[in-house]
């Protein structure tokens, strides 16, 4: 098997250079192509552009789009979406090219998440690798065979912040950091467009949902967003900005209102901000039915609603059809402007253009690179590499792992010879039964070497309420035959008889993602209670997690003898787990978001502010800003995962005490491989700002360095830091830095770091 630098160069290879540059020449001959076709649009066919309809396998919500042939026909469909192979999104378009008027033709989007049909793991394990070049070439897989399938439009990256692991959608995003993520998504955009649309292996990628999405009160999907500017400058912002400076060619707004404002509505989001500020030159598309939603917001009819998203800068109306059947009329009464509507269409069709669809509007229509490219073993090798690279060892007392290869091995869990919830929430073209289980996996790897007894032990859930929805919404869990009692008993009975239990436990893949809020985030009654039984036999239990949010683990972390977090780990699931577990990888994921020790602690998040009363966690003082019945800090914090070796840090070595305006300073610090296996380690840095002009965060990531290291060896580790890493948002919302001390924290952790002061002057 290759490694993950190898894969990544192979696979990488000329596509990570700079991003898309339309030239001027190119952007004139370009405006000169699309005015002259506008000259001999309709106003019903520019309205029509404006349109994306959903047509066939996964929805999300009720398909209003009636009739879309005619439609299509008609010219009145811009887009289409959920609709893929190269057969079928050639049907639907040789309709708009030969039949509709203009022949323009049709975008083709889709939710390719966490890749196309070789299924990555989910995006909270992909980001957990804390490897861009892993990130990026998960988004270029997931383009290569996207395209390859008649795609040429993803409605990812997702790059919203979330705090809050009751969001079932904390699962999609990169966690909880304003920098990490702002990395992930430049590094994805990369993925989906590389430098450009010339070929026919790039798609154009959407970044979402703008904005404050995964700010939902309460963690519960869709909940209304309350924050101050500065927060949103600070914290939220960061992220999706990169995607927009990075080259996305898309947007799409979130269903959250914003500042009492409905996103889809809003004018200062979408165009204030958006295009003056961030210069933003691709089109907006809504989410699913946004438009129509904001009569429930409580903002208008449908007329009212649609003539203010146009307003507010949208262009593309997904699924509601409110712009189809409202716009007309709204200019007519001077509700909407000609202009508000030809610019819309105008990015419409800048962007079919820019794909080269007026060129060749089949250039993404080949079922022989489909049959080639597709579920190639090379991308099959890279979703492996990717999954071993995310999963985050949160416990390993006494070594327990890496497991020998010889022995006795208790194989249980509704996870463990499950393939429907490898692949996780958003697989949207991913095919489960080609998903590697962990009972295959770890077959695969150690054959007839240890003696594997496997037992089911329990169901994912016996709570019959969730069940029933899960099942209601594609859930697919069976409930087993045999009675929970007789589950449990059988699985202790197997667990004695061996020499160690990996128990693979967690969430269903349904309990996660959109529209899957719990306000309770642990292993699930009945999977706890089989733990509990494991445990009391005596036996070393390595707890195996699968789940799309940080979760409890309390009790987990108290008696178990190792947990390895494994997310959601894609198609090739098992060979990773395997991989991992015997050794032949040494995990280094590490965590991007927090795991809380309850939900009483949430929203628990490492950049937070100090208060005027901060509570040093030790003394026992009433008025601290503390609980009577838990500690502040969080179970994991953000940053953490163990390796099977261990590393040791010198202290933080600054080349200058003094620093003036833009000179960098130096940071170093030495890190020695002080146990047995060679290992990566993930070298983090943190900015502390002691004294502003607004409170700040106790720290701030700013770097990292992801660093191999063999048993003995040390390397020294060096950031350069300028005044660009110590800047924030000020009380005027200005992005500055303010000259005096500053705390310089390196380390293994956000909460386990060395640190040294500087003093820098402008
Ligand atoms: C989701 C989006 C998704 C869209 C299209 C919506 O329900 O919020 O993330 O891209 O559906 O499927």
Request: with cysteine; proline share 4%.
């Amino acid at each position: 098997m290759k490694t993950g630098k190898q894969l990544v160069r192979l696979l990488a290879g000329t596509l990570m250079g700079a991003l898309p540059l339309h030239s001027m020449a190119q952007d004139a001959k370009m405006n000169s192509y699309v005015s002259t076709l506008m000259q001999k649009m309709t106003l019903e066919e520019k309205i029509g552009q404006l349109n994306l309809v959903s047509v066939g396998f996964d929805v999300t919500g009720p398909i209003v789009s009636q009739d879309v042939d005619s439609k299509i026909r008609k010219g009145q469909v811009g887009g289409v979406f959920n609709t893929f192979t190269p057969n079928a999104v050639r049907k639907l378009q040789e309709l708009a090219v030969k039949e509709s008027r203009l022949h323009i033709p049709l975008l083709f989007g889709y939710d390719v998440i966490h890749g196309h049909k070789t299924i990555f793991p989910i995006a909270l394990g992909i980001a957990s690798t804390w490897d861009m070049g892993l990130v990026e070439q998960s988004a270029r897989v997931a383009a290569t065979e996207a395209s390859a399938d008649g795609l040429n439009w993803t409605y990812s990256p997702m790059v919203d912040i979330a705090r809050d692991p009751r969001w079932g959608r904390i699962s999609e995003g990169a966690g909880e950091d304003p920098w990490l993520g702002s990395e992930v998504a430049k590094a994805m955009v990369k993925g989906y467009q590389g430098n450009g649309f010339d070929g026919n292996n790039t798609v154009l990628s959407c970044v979402k949902h703008f904005a404050l999405y995964g700010g939902a009160e309460a963690g519960r999907d869709y909940n209304t967003v309350d924050m101050s500017r500065i927060k949103m400058y600070q914290y939220y912002l960061p992220p999706y900005r990169a995607a927009v400076d990075a080259g996305a060619a898309s947007v799409m707004t979130s269903f959250n209102e914003v500042d009492a404002v409905p996103a889809t509505a809003n004018k200062w989001l979408m165009t204030d901000l958006l295009r003056k500020q961030w210069g933003f030159k691709g089109f907006v598309v809504t989410d699913y039915t946004a438009v129509n939603e904001m009569t429930a917001h409580g903002i208008g009819d449908l007329q009212q609603v649609s003539a203010r998203a146009l307003n507010a800068g949208v262009d593309m109306d997904m699924v509601g059809e409110g712009f189809l059947t409202t716009l007309k009329q709204s200019l007519q009464q001077g509700k909407v402007s000609l202009t508000a509507i030809n610019d819309a269409c105008r990015r419409i069709l800048e962007a079919k253009y820019k794909l080269g669809l007026f060129t060749d509007p089949y250039k993404y229509c080949s079922e022989d690179r489909a049959a080639k490219e597709i579920m190639s073993a090379e991308h099959l090798a890279a979703a492996r590499t990717v999954a071993e690279h995310s999963f985050v060892l949160l416990k390993n007392a006494q070594q327990v792992l890496p497991l020998q290869q010889s022995g006795t091995i208790a194989l249980i869990g509704p996870l463990a010879n499950n393939q429907r919830d490898m692949i996780g929430s958003w697989s949207a073209a991913g095919d489960w039964k080609k998903a590697v289980s962990i009972a295959t996996g770890i077959k695969n790897l150690v054959g007839d070497k240890v003696n594997v007894l496997y037992a089911k032990g329990a169901n994912l859930l016996d709570d019959t309420a969730i069940l029933k929805q899960l099942n209601a919404n594609g859930g697919e869990i069976v409930a087993d035959a045999k009675s929970p009692e007789a589950l449990l008993n059988e699985a202790v009975s197997t667990a004695k008889q061996a020499d160690v239990v990996v128990a693979v436990l967690g969430e269903a893949s349904g309990m996660t993602g959109e529209a899957a809020c719990r306000s309770n985030i642990g292993i699930p009654d009945n999977q706890e209670a089989l733990l509990q039984a494991l445990v009391a036999t005596g036996k070393p239990v390595v707890l195996v997690l699968m789940n799309g949010r940080p979760m409890t683990l309390g009790w987990e972390n108290a008696h178990v003898s190792a947990i390895l977090e494994t997310w959601f780990p894609g198609i090739e699931a098992g060979n990773a787990v395997a991989d991992v577990l015997f050794g032949k990888y040494n995990p280094a994921g590490r965590l991007t978001a927090t795991f809380p020790r309850s939900v009483g602690q949430i929203p628990v998040y490492y950049n937070h502010k100090n208060t005027g009363r901060p509570y040093d966690g030790k003394s026992n003082e009433k008025y601290k800003s503390r609980y009577l019945d838990i500690p502040n800090d969080p179970l994991f914090p953000f940053g953490y995962g163990l390796s099977y070796t261990s590393f040791t840090y010198g202290d933080v070595q600054l080349d200058k005490q003094t620093v003036t305006g833009n000179q960098a300073l130096q940071a170093s610090i030495t890190v020695t491989n002080s146990g047995k296996y060679a290992g990566e380690e993930v070298v983090q840095l943190y900015i502390s700002d002691p004294v502003a002009s607004v409170t700040r965060s106790v720290k701030e990531l700013k770097g990292y360095q992801k660093i191999m290291l063999q048993p003995g060896e040390t390397k020294t580790v060096t950031f350069a830091v300028t005044p660009e890493l110590l800047k924030f948002y000020n009380s005027d919302l200005q992005y500055v830095w303010e000259p005096g001390e500053f705390i310089i924290q390196i380390g293994t952790n956000s909460q386990d770091v060395h640190s040294a002061s500087v003093n820098w002057t402008k």
